[in-house]
């Protein structure tokens, strides 16, 4: 198909001036044509210099001993932590920034996500609805990474990031619409369940190739960086892109960091390293140290955290905000550190490829919500009675809206045919017509009645 390009005189003041900002490379928003040219100038070599001074390698000593770099020598990047596994503070800085009420409201989200995962793998294996994900021994890299957001921020995720959805107000009924694919899913019952989205949210819709997501937050952060430099009224926003250390192994990945670091995008790349990519384990993945070190590889900042320790993520989470801010934009990223306590999906058996006591065992050492409950019941806000009320309330609100969205009509059945073209296309309306005739003739294998409008959408 053929653009219509459109010359620059037809566009309005601002369209013109961000065309031609796109062609710039930008290190900061405020970097003009002239500082570029000056920046790339300081490169040249300087006669008789202790550094190399090629583009490439800007900061490079000269050195007469031959060594080639063995990986085994740098040690491994460290994990930063806030509470233990025992629910005591180890960082003697930390000051909690968040009311009794508020970390209640993010324990309970952590817990209304548990809760739900048990209830929606147990239905898929009862047969009533097709496939889940849960995201058991996770909780806290969700929930505590979202709550350092700011509402306009704007959010990638790849699958296992309900917490995510869940604090920033994605309701029951919205989770379990598109989990049944009911006419009050936005996506009009297309997408596979767990691929939610929300506009309202300014949460992408999930997708399923693995990775796509990086390169769109990265494209996403510097629309985000261009905006605000045209109109300095609108409020500083990040991106958060959500991933899996499986994920990172695809190009996408690498082509997001670069991308991001070259542009200087203020996105947040959250890395969930929970130990498998379904039955691939780290080992077998990869050979560096994690997927941090691959973030200074490409000149980003970067930290790894216990992602079981809701405190030391929502604290990094809130200064990689920060820094994603500062001079005009740029990447963090964080490697969150945790296990995939559950199988891969309702259509992996994760004890062909794992020990059952490797799994228990971490059962049993940590767990990102015990953690939190016993630093909540350390300071008093928490107990055994709080928790069974909880407990009961969450299940019994999810047990509600999980019967009213499975009685829920299905989406109508022209939605099939809509919303690729403006117009249905006379090829379209040929298949639809072909469709209307088909369910015609076998009413006893179509059951048309559980389609909102029935047959009649088929019309013209
Ligand atoms: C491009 C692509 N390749 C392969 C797959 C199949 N696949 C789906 S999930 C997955 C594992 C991803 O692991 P990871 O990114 O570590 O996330 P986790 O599931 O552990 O949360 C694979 C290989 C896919 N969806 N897309």
Redesign the pocket.
């Known amino acids: 198909m053929r653009m219509k390009r459109v010359p620059l005189s037809g566009l309005s003041a601002p369209a013109r001036y961000s065309r031609r900002a796109l062609r710039q490379p930008i290190l900061s928003p405020t970097c003009s044509a002239k500082q570029s040219r000056r920046n790339a100038g300081s490169l040249s070599q300087r006669p008789d210099a202790k550094h190399v001074s090629f583009p490439g390698a800007v900061k490079s000593a000269f050195s007469n001993s031959m060594r080639f770099e063995q990986p085994s020598t740098y040690p491994g990047l460290p994990t930063y932590r806030v509470v233990d596994q025992h629910g005591a503070v180890v960082d003697p800085t930390f000051e909690p920034d968040l009311s009794d009420e508020q970390v209640v409201k993010l324990y309970r989200d952590m817990l209304t996500v548990s809760i739900m995962d048990v209830i929606m793998f147990d239905a898929q294996r009862q047969g009533r609805l097709s496939f889940y994900?849960v995201s058991a021994g996770?909780e806290a890299v969700s929930v505590a990474t979202a709550s350092a957001l700011a509402k306009e921020d704007v959010i990638f995720c790849?699958?296992?990031e309900q917490g995510v959805f869940q604090q920033r107000g994605f309701t029951l009924s919205d989770f379990m619409s598109q989990l049944f694919a009911n006419r009050h899913d936005p996506g009009r019952g297309r997408n596979m369940p767990v691929h939610y989205g929300s506009r309202e949210l300014n949460i992408h819709t999930i997708s399923?190739?693995?990775?796509?997501q990086l390169p769109q937050a990265s494209g996403a952060a510097y629309a985000l960086k261009m905006q605000r430099m045209l109109d300095q009224s609108i409020p500083p926003r990040v991106v958060a892109a959500y991933?899996?250390?499986?994920?990172?192994s695809?190009g996408d990945f690498h082509a997001a960091l670069n991308m991001a670091a070259t542009r200087a995008c203020p996105v947040i790349f959250i890395c969930?390293?929970?130990g498998?990519?379904?039955s691939?384990p780290t080992l077998e993945?990869y050979r560096g140290d994690g997927i941090a070190s691959r973030g200074l590889g490409y000149g980003i900042e970067t930290i790894r955290v216990d992602g079981n320790d809701f405190w030391a993520v929502r604290e990094v989470m809130k200064k990689a905000r920060e820094l994603a801010l500062r001079d005009g934009g740029k990447p963090v990223l964080i490697e969150a550190m945790t296990y995939?306590v559950s199988h891969?999906?309702t259509s992996d058996d994760s004890f062909a490829y794992r020990a059952r006591v490797e799994v228990e065992d971490w059962k049993r050492r940590d767990n990102p919500i015990i953690r939190l409950r016993k630093w909540m019941e350390s300071k008093g806000i928490w107990d055994e009675a709080k928790e069974k009320d909880a407990r009961e309330s969450i299940r019994r609100d999810i047990l509600k809206a999980f019967s009213e969205a499975e009685r829920e009509k299905k989406p109508a059945i022209r939605g099939m045919f809509e919303d690729v073209y403006e117009e249905l296309t006379p090829d379209l309306l040929k298949q639809m017509k072909a469709l209307r005739k088909q369910l015609e003739e076998y009413p006893d294998e179509y059951d048309v009645g559980e389609f909102e409008g029935g047959m009649e959408t088929l019309d013209k």
């Open positions: 994900m996770e790849q699958y296992r399923s190739p693995l990775a796509t991933f899996g250390e499986g994920a990172a695809e969930r390293n929970n498998y990519a379904i691939t993945q995939r891969h999906s």
